[in-house]
């Protein structure tokens, strides 16, 4: 299994500003994902990043207000800009090695609530 | 387009007795299908998969699911539940050709003492 780290695990903000989550992993991996699970909701994915280029958006997001940055094969960040109290969830890092298709290991999260 | 549904948003269920959680979903194609547990405050963690092969596949915990492709099925069982096995439980679809994971709303498993 690969070990995923997130931070800040929890966070409390102002609306409109932003806040920049980190997440490690222990291994190289091919794709990252970034999901948000807003309260007592499902997850959602919010983006795709791989390694060396742009990352794929979902429907309902979009880079000026999710940016994402995928510097290296353990490392990639996701920001929340401007933020509103609706954007108050838990925010996860998800990833997939290289080579295996079928199987996505989960960070811890990141919860964020916007005051 | 991919689709996951757990009908039930809850399920109790007394200590000893055998637990179901029941998941339905729609792809174009065959299915990728897994279930995740995520207890309070923590990730989600990865309880199995089935990709191809037996219809009945086996995971940790002691849970298993068994594939229903006529039925369209996935549902998350367990012989005997434990206390500790309380916890929200998530199915989720993976297309043949997609990246990512869409998730059902989840169940909230409850084992009462």
């Known amino acids: 299994s690969a070990v995923i780290s997130q931070k800040p695990s929890r966070d409390i903000c102002q609306r409109g500003t932003s806040l920049t989550i980190q997440c490690q992993v222990d291994?190289?991996?091919?794709?990252m994902f970034w999901y948000r699970q807003q309260p007592g909701q499902s997850l959602t994915l919010i983006a795709t990043a791989n390694q060396g280029s742009e990352a794929t958006y979902e429907s309902g997001f979009v880079i000026d207000k999710f940016p994402i940055s995928r510097p290296n094969l353990t490392f990639s960040t996701l920001t929340v800009s401007n933020m509103s109290p609706e954007d108050s969830s838990i925010y996860l890092c998800s990833v997939e090695r290289s080579g295996r298709i079928d199987e996505q290991f989960f960070g811890p999260g990141t919860r964020l609530t916007v005051l | 387009a991919q689709s996951v549904a757990q009908p039930e948003d809850q399920v109790k269920v007394a200590e000893g007795n055998p637990l179901t959680v029941k998941c339905t979903y729609s792809?174009?194609?065959?299915?990728?299908l897994f279930w995740y547990v995520q207890y309070p405050n923590r990730g989600l963690q990865f309880l199995l998969k089935?990709?191809?092969?037996?219809?009945l596949v086996k995971g940790s915990y002691g849970f298993e699911a068994e594939f229903n492709k006529s039925q369209t099925s996935f549902h998350l069982k367990k012989p005997s539940a434990l206390v500790s096995d309380s916890a929200l439980y998530f199915c989720a679809v993976r297309d043949i050709g997609a990246n990512n994971l869409f998730f059902g709303t989840g169940t909230r498993l409850t084992v009462i003492p």
């Open positions: 089935y990709i191809t092969g037996d219809n």
């Open positions: 291994s190289q991996v091919t794709m």
């Open positions: 792809v174009s194609g065959n299915p990728y």
